[in-house]
């Protein structure tokens, strides 16, 4: 993950650095961005197959992906490095966008006939 640049040059005070608002590089932060919906993706593809598997049905399938979306989410925020906001604007990038983007392809596999 590529996290937000630092600025370079004369060395700053402390009383500066505590008003300083963090900047992020736009580039580094839709980056950043594309790596959690296309792991949030791909885990709603894997979790759909393996609901459909095990034979998870009605309210228990969609406690399954509810459960694979909170597992991704608490391994996106290990990988950063508990530091979110480094990589991330805030907390609710990491934990909530591409939450129920994943969805369609979850249900999509889960009761796709093998």
């Known amino acids: 993950m590529a996290g937000h640049s630092e600025s370079s040059g004369a ?3 402390s ?3 505590a008003n300083e608002i963090p900047t992020f590089n736009a580039e580094n932060l839709q980056t950043n961005m594309k790596a959690i919906y296309y792991s949030r993706t791909f885990l709603s593809i894997i979790g759909g197959v393996i ?3 095990l ?3 009605s309210l ?3 406690i399954f992906y509810f459960l694979v ?3 991704t ?3 996106l925020i290990a990988k950063s490095g508990f ?3 480094s990589y991330f604007d805030g907390w609710n990038r990491v934990i909530f966008d591409g939450f129920l983007s994943g969805l369609m392809s979850f249900v999509l596999f889960w009761t796709y006939p093998l």
């Open 11 to 13: 060395e700053k005070k």
């Open 15 to 17: 009383g500066e650095a």
């Open 51 to 53: 609901a459909g598997i």
């Open 55 to 57: 034979g998870f049905t």
């Open 60 to 62: 228990t399938g969609f």
């Open 69 to 71: 979306m909170a597992i």
């Open 73 to 75: 989410s608490v391994g």
């Open 83 to 85: 530091s979110v906001h």
